[in-house]
């Protein structure tokens, strides 16, 4: 029987939020959730989303909660409704490079340096999750639902004044935490990707910044991207970063060159020095933050959400 350990307000309604409202949860927690904004208009939304250490530090502890979150979201995929599969990938590079780190962390990893597209020499091989996050943040929306989580849209402006009952925050702000509590080691990184459709059904990246590009398949169209702009704060999609998507994605597939665009998204990744994953006392009650993922928000997601509950339950 799980004991109620007392009451937490969750600040945020992305995957940071959700996920950990829902370990919160199912660790005794009664859980209250506001946020400024759910799905389908967070920075979540937007995310590719594949799992794969990308733009986050440090690498200690990314490597740690990145591994825990593969094997949650591998136990997932078995579940039709949550929108995550298992999906051959390529990663491709111009230069020999040294095993990654998280290597050991996904299923059948393996080299290769045949049949490569052209200018690269290199690549990695490797089962991982594409997660549909329209999907996955309606399945996790229900999840925390059931679990007894409650919602309220609300925003605030200081983690100062909240009603007593609260025992716990935990602050899953992403980006906004930046300006909210005045952390100057926040920035954006800005994304854009295209949503295209085409039957590939292995995924293909580049995740070198110069030449950043990602085809990832999903049930009913392809995400490709991408662009990584430190410190851009506009959401307006460029024609621009279009056409350059799409050349570098036509450089692993040639057929994409001239593939139909259905709709150009962009979104700012919540960049970081380093993911802040920290309690703090403020006005007599513990403030936990769970903020900084930068491109690594729903690969690093579970791993975090376990460490909040650490915290909580000190
Ligand atoms: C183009 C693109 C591609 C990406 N691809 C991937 C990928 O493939 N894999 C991956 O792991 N990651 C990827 N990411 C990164 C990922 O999207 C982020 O790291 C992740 O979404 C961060 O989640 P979050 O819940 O912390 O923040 P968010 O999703 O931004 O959620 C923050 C929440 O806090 C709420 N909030 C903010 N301020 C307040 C306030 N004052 N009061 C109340 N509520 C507030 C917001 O309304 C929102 O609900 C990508 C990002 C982009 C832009």
Known sequence: ?????GHCLVIGGGVSGLSTGIRLLENGWIVDLWSSKFSPNTTSDIAAALWYPFLSAPVEKTNLWGSNTYDVLKEFSTIPDAGISMTQTYEYFREIQSDPLWK???????????????????CFSFITPIIEMPVYLKWLTKKYSDLGGSFEEKTISDFLEFPSKFDIIVNCTGLEAGELIGDKEVYPIRGQVLRVKTDISEMHLDQQIPTLAYIVPRSNDMILGGVAQQDNWSLSPTGKDSKFILKKCSQIIPELKDVEIIEELVGLR????????????VSGRALIHNYGHGGSGVTLSWGCADDVVELANG
Request: net charge negative; charged share 40%.
């Open 270 to 281: 919540p960049g970081r020095t380093s993911v802040r994953l920290e309690k703090e006392i």
């Open 104 to 122: 050991d962390s996904v299923d059948k990893f393996e080299r290769l340096t045949d049949n490569l597209p052209s200018d690269y020499v290199e």
């Open 1 to 5: 029987m799980v004991v109620n350990k």
